[in-house]
């Protein structure tokens, strides 16, 4: 019964985070888009506005309810919001739930294979680093995970269309699928192709922080006491490491990985604009250009739930790995 108790104030604790957390960053990005100098009817007419006479213009404001104060805009937003409606986007003229729904899969399916691939590729070169110090083996590991860290996720993009998709011609340069083919001759074949290269860049990218934090953490178990008792009785490579090491680096690991969902999703708007992906990063850098307020605050809630979802979990393998964090987090 304490158990389900302190189950149910979690949740609650974390939801009423969640709402507040929704409603600033809602408020913050509204006021943010009404600074912008992109002026959304031109950005919707495009380049047919010098045809555009004023009482066009005006009709277009009063459709799209542009000539109402942003107080009151904000306000039938949210009254909208909370009957489960996000509003119309003007440059795609699709509910803006239908937009993020066929966008959210294609982002998602990419974010996790590179999230899974840069925690293992990364974790595991961290513990060879740290088993072999200062050797030739750990010095290159180094080397490659301090070079990665400076470097653009844009750049290492084009670096990685120019070599295989252009001087290569293994890969395709960019899209989710085969052009001019029809959507239901698509197989997941062609969608996985497609995603190569967005994934390869998030994942490369992605690697040298977990890389280092685990090296560094696993050297400093290794230089403790225990581990030099350890030693004396005859343990050695990998038996000691996962006897004395690997318990002792995984949670660090797990937890600056789920930290970094935000670094991934920000990655993702990246790497899907310069292979042209079609996913939620794309839709996110077309509302900002065009100022689609509707489809940039309904993609800001999308985002926000999921960077709070990363950390959420990784509060809640907190409680399974390690229990003696279980008051910390209730807290």
Wanted: charged share 15%; hydrophobic share 55%.
């Amino acid at each position: 019964m304490t158990g389900i108790l302190e189950w149910g104030r979690f949740v609650g604790v974390k939801l009423l985070r969640l709402l507040s957390l929704l409603a600033g960053v809602s408020v913050v990005a509204f006021i943010l888009m009404q600074f912008s100098p992109v002026d959304p009817i031109e950005a919707y007419i495009g380049g047919d506005m010098i045809r555009v006479s004023a009482e066009q213009r005006s009709l277009i404001e009063e459709r799209w309810g542009l000539n109402d104060p942003p107080a009151q805009r904000l306000f039938n937003w949210g009254q909208a919001l909370l009957q489960g409606d996000l509003g119309t986007s003007m440059i795609y003229r699709q509910p803006v739930a239908d937009i993020i729904q066929e966008r959210f899969l294609n982002s998602v399916a990419l974010m996790a294979v590179a999230w899974i691939l840069s925690g293992l590729i990364g974790f595991s070169l961290g513990v060879v680093a740290a088993m072999k110090r200062e050797s030739l083996l750990d010095r290159l590991i180094c080397w490659y995970c301090y070079t990665l860290a400076s470097t653009p996720v844009f750049w290492m993009a084009l670096l990685l269309l120019m070599l295989f998709g252009v001087w290569l011609g293994w890969l395709p340069v960019g899209l989710g699928v085969p052009a001019g083919m029809a959507a239901d001759q698509v197989t997941w074949t062609d969608r996985a192709i497609h995603m190569v290269l967005p994934a390869l860049t998030l994942s490369l990218t992605g690697v040298a922080a977990i890389a280092l934090h685990t090296r560094q953490k696993l050297l400093d178990v290794l230089d403790s006491d225990y581990i030099l008792f350890a030693r004396a009785r005859g343990e050695r490579g990998v038996q000691l490491f996962r006897r004395h090491g690997f318990r002792h680096v995984v949670l660090p690991a797990l937890t600056l990985q789920f930290a970094s969902f935000s670094e991934l999703f920000g990655g993702a708007v990246l790497a899907e604009q310069v292979f042209s992906y079609p996913g939620l990063g794309q839709a996110t850098v077309q509302a900002g250009l065009r100022g689609d307020v509707p489809l940039l605050l309904g993609l800001v809630l999308c985002s926000t739930i999921f960077v709070f979802t990363g950390n959420l979990l990784a509060d809640i393998l907190y409680r399974f790995i390690d229990p003696r964090m279980k008051e910390e987090l209730l807290t």
